[in-house]
């Protein structure tokens, strides 16, 4: 009884076993991503042969169409597109464009990678200067979502970018740097002329004082003399008198009012 009991727990765990071995696998299978490779490299074709057969002007049109732009162009074509994919793809080719230069043909289309629920294909083809790696991934509908285009170059070519963006980093850096020492030298010459427009100042002469007030007083004094001349006459009699000495020796100069009487004093 023991060992019949004993067999009907084993069943039980390997049908265990089983089942969940089975749910796994439908989950699998399930969830796997299902395209076609061949529809995958005929989108590739379409882009590549488009790009090949537009001019520049018609691809830089394409790569600064906004989304509502590209939107009507995939919908009027029936493009498996999205519109930001659209438009970048042809950005990423009109960057590169002239280093490419023309097509000449595809070399090898690669397996395609799943990655999630994203698929990724990518393409070698042969330009006239050199080749390029065309990155296109797909979403779980074999929509494009993005692409990417990057050209092969040389090691020689690589090295000399790099001593490029190297000597146009570093003159640019020792441009600024002579330009800061200028501008700190020129600071010794600013006392100096500071002192030259102040000296400029001192050396104004001062406003020039009504000199014109005597000459006149002296004008109006003699119209006064002249004016009273039978005055002049009885004040220079008076003093003539007073001093007992004749009339020869006097000039009258002016006559002007005394501040306060002077005949109390006499």
């Known amino acids: 009884m023991k060992r019949f009991k004993n067999k009907i727990f084993t069943a039980l765990v390997l049908a265990a076993a089983m089942l969940c071995m089975t749910a796994c696998g439908k ?3 399930e969830d796997a991503i299902v395209y076609d490779e061949a529809y995958l490299d005929s989108i590739a074709d379409f882009l590549i042969a488009n790009w090949a057969g537009l001019s520049q002007e018609d691809i830089a049109a394409f790569a600064e169409m906004d989304a509502d732009e590209a939107e009507a162009v995939i919908g009027q ?8 994919a659209f438009t970048t793809g ?9 280093d490419l230069g023309g097509y000449v043909s595809t070399l090898s289309y690669g397996t395609p990678e ?12 042969q330009y006239e200067n050199r080749e390029a790696v065309i990155s296109l991934i797909f979403d779980e509908d074999s929509v494009v979502q993005s692409v990417d285009v990057s050209p092969r170059y040389s090691m020689s070519e690589i090295l000399y970018k790099a001593l490029m963006n190297t000597i146009l980093g570093m003159g640019t ?7 800061i020492s200028l501008v700190i030298y020129c600071f010794n010459f600013i ?16 406003k020039a004082a009504p000199a ?44 002007r009012r005394a501040a306060r009487p002077s005949w109390n004093r006499v």
């Open 212 to 255: 014109a007030l005597p000459e006149e007083s002296a004008a109006e004094n003699i119209e006064e003399l002249a004016d009273d001349t039978e005055l002049v006459a009885a004040i220079t009699a008076a003093i003539c008198a007073y001093e007992g000495t004749s009339a020869d020796g006097f000039v009258v100069r002016s006559i």
């Open 114 to 125: 799943v990655n999630g629920e994203e698929i990724t294909l990518d393409v070698t083809v």
């Open 173 to 179: 850096v020792f441009i600024v740097l002579i330009f």
């Open 77 to 84: 074509n029936g493009l498996p597109f999205e519109a930001d």
């Open 191 to 206: 006392p100096a002329i500071q002192a030259k427009f102040g000296r400029k100042k001192k050396e104004e002469p001062p």
């Open 90 to 98: 042809f950005a990423a080719y009109e960057g590169v464009a002239e």
């Open 27 to 29: 989950t699998t299978e």
